[in-house]
């Protein structure tokens, strides 16, 4: 303890001094990685955020569609898409074709997408060519905010979780609006029709008063007959009765 309480008041200051220099460093460094903590989370925030989604049409249950949507809360550029296995779908006609996807997206702004038809469900599930080609592994890269180089997302889309999927069909206003369609074209052949549109009329009074007379005339017949066959039996049971004069 002698050394302790030989320290000069001098000493003691120079001793504070390189404590507080210290504890301000240590500060120093703390708060330097809390600010870019802070700076890499905002850049983290501000990102663009392009992945790849398959959903059904909304008119037509069975079509489903691969779209590629930025969720970021900035626009995406220059967006590149690769899949693999390639994307592929069924022609119609008992073959395949490449679904086409541009080669760069120029831009995509916050929540905005770029979507197209991708297949028939039940037309792909039955091609045979297809079948080992359900899962597509769908990486995309974007240009991110300045001086943060590219983004890149990965997406697993699986054909397979569409199997056994149940949807219901129902008619919207397309479905109204092609009928309407066909309706209109149907009344245009008509008028364009050589000679013009033949109309077919009805008298409905003169028709219901001759329907309504052979109705009646049916049922005077139908009692007249019923008289009849009454009077010939009662003639026949007044021959047998007994005392009945020969």
């Not at 790849?52 to 970021?72: C, D, H, K, V, W």
């Not at 890149?152 to 919207?172: E, I, N, P, Y």
């Not at 007379?213 to 026949?236: F, G, K, P, W």
Request: net charge negative.
């Amino acid at each position: 303890m002698d050394w302790f309480v030989s320290i000069t008041a001098e000493q003691w200051t120079a001793a504070g001094t390189w404590a507080t220099v210290v504890v301000a460093l240590v500060a120093a460094t703390v708060g330097l990685r809390q600010v870019r903590e802070a700076r890499r989370l905002r850049e983290d925030q501000a990102q663009p955020y392009v992945v790849a989604i398959m959903e059904q049409n909304l008119t037509a249950p069975s079509i489903i569609e691969i779209a590629f949507r930025n969720y970021g809360t900035t626009a995406a550029r220059n967006i590149h898409v690769m899949s693999t296995p390639k994307l592929r779908c069924t022609d119609g006609h008992g073959g395949v074709q490449d679904v086409w996807v541009p080669d760069v997206i120029p831009m995509l702004a916050p929540g905005q997408e770029w979507r197209t038809f991708w297949d028939d469900g039940p037309l792909r599930l039955a091609c045979d060519e297809l079948r080992g080609e359900d899962a597509h592994r769908i990486v995309i890269t974007c240009d991110g905010v300045d001086r943060t180089g590219q983004q890149t997302t990965t997406s697993v889309l699986d054909w397979a979780a569409h199997r056994g999927r149940l949807f219901v069909q129902a008619k919207t206003m397309d479905d109204a609006a092609r009928a309407l369609h066909d309706i209109s074209q149907t009344i245009a052949r008509w008028s364009e029709a050589q000679g013009g549109l033949s109309v077919f009329t009805r008298d409905g009074k003169a028709k219901d008063e001759d329907r309504a007379a052979r109705i009646a005339e049916q049922r005077r017949a139908l009692m007249a007959r019923r008289n009849e066959r009454d009077t010939s039996l009662r003639q026949v049971e007044g021959e047998h009765e007994p005392g009945a004069e020969p």
